[in-house]
């Protein structure tokens, strides 16, 4: 398997644009998971889905950030208007069983807003 | 919620051993998991914990103690290539990292 799968690798944006943000989990994972990584905040969940639905999202931080799951292999986080607190390091996640807690990590995307 | 304490920074020595500890305050705790980083990488697992006692994996075992809230990584015959920042993570209902523990191995 080619491991869980993110795009684009580096984004560089104006604040107030919109940016999307793309994740393939890996096959027959049933969970997905979205990350915030930052030097002063460290690694923050976001938002995490099984079987494609949302179960938890109270770590996303505001309005402007939404993320979907429209079909097993694929997931999107949106932030609309950009700001330049957004930028980050923004990995995604899969895992076969949320309890054994093993997840697989993309490389992750690496979010600059001026 | 959860918290997890770990120290920041550990420096250790080719060839040494070295323990990076984790506490950890959390509800409906489930185990406790260990990730390393590379600068610029991703995070990967390395072990998880769900009982008491040490688990082994090659040069890495990881320890917990629920009735003292505490774990650790122990990193045996460290190399270069360990240097890397280490995570402790605690299931509850998500996963809560802690803050990380950055390893530098000296030559």
Known sequence: ?????????????????????????????????????????????????????????????????????????????????????????????????RVQETQYFGPGTRLLVL | GQSLEQPSEVTAVEGAIVQINCTYQTSGFYGLSWYQQHDGGAPTFLSYNALDGLEETGRFSSFLSRSDSYGYLLLQELQMKDSASYFCAGSARQLTFGSGTQLTVLP
Request: some cysteine.
């Open chain 1, 1 to 97: 398997d080619a491991g869980v799968i993110q795009s684009p690798r580096h984004e560089v944006t104006e604040m107030g644009q919109e940016v999307t943000l793309r994740c393939k989990p890996i096959s027959g994972h049933d969970y997905l998971f979205w990350y915030r990584q930052t030097m002063m905040r460290g690694l923050e969940l976001l938002i995490y889905f099984n079987n494609n639905v949302p179960i938890d999202d109270s770590g996303m931080p505001e309005d402007r950030f939404s993320a979907k799951m429209p079909n097993a292999s694929f997931s999107t986080l949106k932030i609309q208007p950009s700001e330049p607190r957004d930028s980050a390091v923004y990995f995604c996640a899969s895992s076969l069983d």
